[in-house]
């Protein structure tokens, strides 16, 4: 008895930490990750562009560092980011969850876990993709400023 009692108490206290580390954000953020990923899945570059990406706005690759100092560079990052996807039969994405979260007044490192799907629905490289991302408030809402993909952002 003595055993069960103790494998149950080890089973309860073993749950709840699990529902402690889930990572709840901002819901502004979360909204803004909904809108973001909405629009990555619709090709929607206007709507990165102009709502979603700050200027400037950075990506961090293995082996570079791209900045881009206007919408216009913005626009035309994505415009070719797409053209690769298409080619690749790109979908759509769906959030998993998210990784690591850590908010510092008007600045946030930010990493989710996502699934691309081709247009068949099957998945699209890597089941589990992650990218960590840095956001700043700008006039009282936060914008993407960085991005560090951990795998091909077109593939």
Known sequence: ???LLLFTSLLIISCQ??????IVVDPGIDNLYSKYNTAWSEGDIETITNEIYSIPFSLYLQ???RIFETKIDVKQFLIQTFRNLEANDYGYSIRNSWENYKIDNDLVILEQNFTRFLKDS???GPDKR???YILRK???KFQI???IPH???SK
């Open 63 to 65: 082996d570079s560092t």
């Open 138 to 140: 700008k006039d009282g």
């Open 151 to 153: 795998t091909s952002i």
């Open 145 to 147: 400023s960085g991005m």
């Open 122 to 124: 099957t998945v699209m």
């Open 17 to 22: 930490k699990t529902a402690q580390n889930k």
């Open 130 to 132: 992650t990218a960590s």
């Open 1 to 3: 008895m003595k055993k």
